[in-house]
């Protein structure tokens, strides 16, 4: 009913940018925050960064400055740009959204995407 799809993962060289994308689709009446998460190897998957739907942001400190969130409430999108990569940011990168659908009597529940590769070599 619902879906979280990411894009714009890649392999790229330290110091470099990457752009992901979640567009969220579905029979979707209200999305509260959205945020993306990531899983090194080997390690538990941690916050990178999460958006309200007013805007308001916060970042791990690991990308602080470096990273940046935002979001298209009119295309249900969700963005991260991240800049001045280090092969440590290598992880798959996850979408998370707090949404409502129409079907579920416009309770929210919490939704998570396929995930999207990022390698960062040195």
């Known amino acids: 009913q619902v879906q979280l799809v990411e894009s714009g993962g890649g392999l790229v060289q330290a110091g470099g940018s990457l752009r992901l994308s979640c567009v969220a689709s579905?029979?979707?009446?209200?999305?509260?925050?959205m945020a993306w998460y990531r899983r090194a190897p080997g390690k538990q998957r941690d916050l990178v960064a999460r958006?309200?739907?007013?805007?308001?942001?916060n970042y791990s400190d690991s990308v602080k400055g470096r990273f940046t969130i935002s979001r298209d409430n009119a295309k249900n999108t969700v963005y991260l740009q991240m800049n001045s990569l280090k092969p440590e940011d290598t992880a798959v990168y996850y979408c998370?959204?707090?949404?409502?659908?129409?079907?579920?009597?416009?309770?929210?529940?919490?939704?998570w995407g396929r995930g999207t590769q990022v390698t960062v070599s040195s």
């Open positions: 998370n959204a707090d949404l409502a659908l129409y079907s579920s009597g416009l309770l929210f529940d919490n939704y």
């Open positions: 579905g029979n979707i009446f209200s999305i509260n925050d």
């Open positions: 958006i309200t739907s007013a805007g308001i942001t």
